[in-house]
């Protein structure tokens, strides 16, 4: 009796011993699992010619970069923790899978926020000619697809339309990135605090035709208004037709429906969705512009401000078709008023045949016609 009273004790001290050896098991594994090492992980989808599409860095667990099974159509894999820029901000991200998108995903929690056709990318070229500013560059090829330098020959290539070529809607610009001429993301500005809006839309400020008080720093005669701006300039602001107002500098005209402000030297418009922002660049400062960029001198020019603080410039140029025949070219170019940055240049579907008429040129041609 007392040796099976003893085996009884004996077997249930061993199974608690096992019991608890297996706790302190599972528990070291779920701590090792919970401070598992985190990596830079770069994930991509692959497009045409397995051409690494929709590249973003992701600071995960090791294990969280490691290609699933069965996976295809992208890839993942280890990098430099330099490629992660930890952000507290979370932004929604586009993934693709092959060539079919998968949606958008949250930046900080990795979850899908909507399935949507996002994976479409902008597919414009560039050919990274030389370049020492901006102007340098231009748009080229027959549906303003190629960014290309000035000095280059001017790009021949198919007139079909894509959906991918819009470099407004993709938010790209021509531009001159490391001296080279090539597709660069449109730049930013940060908008107004509450704070700065509300000193600049007071009552007073607002530019107002045949108004009973006028803003600081500008003078009020009948309909017109004179005010002082930045850089010693001054700018005249007029009634026009159909409810525009004209805004004039250094004899540069542009009209508007835009509301407009003046404060502290500074003008201000209030945009679409209610925005108020900053107009940087006035007119005088669009046409400087609009000649970096177009070396012919436009004929019956307009200037136009938008709800949307988009400068839209329309006009004709002399241009020489296959080099040899004069002709006019009608041209279109959209101007950030904000950050001056050229949006887009529309020529006709011929231009990539013809070769602008230079402003020393054509006065030359004047004088041999006088």
Not at 220 to 242: D, L
Not at 270 to 276: D, G, L, Q, V, W
Not at 344 to 350: G, L, M, T, V
């Amino acid at each position: 009796m007392k040796k099976a009273f003893i085996s009884i004790v004996l077997t249930l001290f061993l199974i608690s011993f096992a019991i608890a050896s297996l706790n302190v098991n599972l528990q070291t594994t779920v701590d090792s699992a919970n401070s598992e090492e985190k990596v830079c992980c770069k994930i991509y989808g692959l497009g045409v010619m397995m051409k690494q599409v929709n590249i973003h860095y992701r600071l995960v667990e090791k294990s969280e970069c490691e290609i699933p099974e069965g996976f295809v159509g992208g890839g993942r894999e280890i990098v430099d923790d330099e490629y992660c820029e930890i952000s507290e901000e979370c932004k929604p991200v586009c993934r693709a899978i092959g060539s079919r998108s998968e949606g958008w995903y949250d930046s900080c929690t990795n979850k899908l926020i909507e399935y949507a056709n996002c994976g479409r990318e902008f597919c414009g070229r560039s050919t990274k000619g030389y370049c020492e500013s901006d102007g340098d560059c231009m748009e080229g090829g027959c549906s303003g697809q190629v960014c290309q330098s000035k000095d280059e020959e001017e790009m021949i290539t198919t007139c079909e339309w894509r959906d991918c070529y819009d470099a407004e809607e993709y938010g790209f610009n021509c531009t001159c990135v490391d001296n080279k001429c090539q597709w660069h993301i449109r730049r930013r500005v940060r908008a107004l605090t509450i704070g700065q809006v509300q000193e600049v839309i007071k009552i007073k400020n607002k530019l107002r035709i045949n108004q009973t008080e006028c803003p600081e720093n500008c003078t009020c005669t009948g309909s017109t208004i004179k005010c002082e701006i930045e850089g010693g300039r001054n700018m005249t602001v007029m009634a026009g037709k159909s409810g525009n107002i004209i805004v004039q500098v250094k004899r540069v005209n542009m009209t508007t429906n835009v509301t407009l402000y003046h404060h502290s030297g500074q003008v201000y418009g209030i945009f679409k969705n209610n925005e108020t922002k900053p107009i940087n660049f006035l007119p005088d400062q669009v046409q400087e512009k609009i000649r970096e960029r177009i070396r012919a001198r436009l004929e019956n020019q307009t200037i136009e401000l938008d709800e949307d603080g988009i400068y839209r410039i329309q006009g004709k140029k002399k241009a020489r078709l296959f080099f040899l025949f004069p002709v006019r070219e009608k041209m279109r170019m959209q101007i950030d008023s904000e950050t001056g940055e050229v949006i887009k240049i529309r020529n006709p579907w011929w231009g990539f045949l013809a070769r602008d008429t230079e402003e020393e040129a054509e006065d030359e041609e004047e004088q041999e016609e006088d």
